[in-house]
């Protein structure tokens, strides 16, 4: 048998990983980065084109647990979530074929390539304005930072969760 794996040409400094995965929705951050035709041209002629790869940033969505067993983030995470408590976690409600998820800042993914192995674009995407509170929880994930209007919608939301027991 001549499985692909068997031409993998490891140097000394590298070992061959596998993982176990799914696709999962996710909600695109970034859909491109920069590469330039005349790079492309000089990488060419060398074994190194993966020094500029078109890309895609994207933040992995979890389902929810929908009852008291099973799989999926547990209730009490959710509400929290919801109350915008997590700085690493975005709640996304149920969305035409999607189910109630949480979208996992702590989780961001680099996918290379188009291919529909790695990716399939679906016509549901995020309103401006929830896409933008989206960016900034974000923000507020890797840095810490804010702007007055993001920390209005935070307290507003969070004067709303439930007390801790």
Do not use: W
């Amino acid at each position: 048998r001549s499985l692909p794996v068997k031409y993998l040409n490891l140097r000394s400094n590298e070992e061959l990983l596998v993982q176990r995965c799914k696709k999962r929705p996710a909600i695109i951050l970034g859909n491109s980065v920069d590469c330039y035709p005349f790079i492309t041209k000089i990488l060419k002629n060398t074994t190194k084109m993966h020094q500029q790869k078109d890309c895609l940033f994207v933040i992995p969505c979890y389902r929810t647990m929908e009852k008291t067993y099973g799989s999926g983030i547990i209730q009490p995470i959710v509400e929290y979530t919801k109350c915008m408590m997590y700085r690493q976690f975005f709640y996304i409600p149920p969305i035409k074929d999607f189910k109630e998820t949480i979208a996992r800042f702590d989780r961001i993914q680099i996918v290379i390539g188009r291919s529909p192995a790695s990716i399939e674009p679906s016509d549901v995407c995020l309103s401006e304005d929830i896409f933008n509170l989206f960016v900034s929880m974000f923000i507020f994930c890797i840095s810490g930072r804010t702007d007055p209007m993001f920390d209005d919608i935070r307290e507003l939301v969070r004067s709303a969760c439930p007390e801790q027991p």
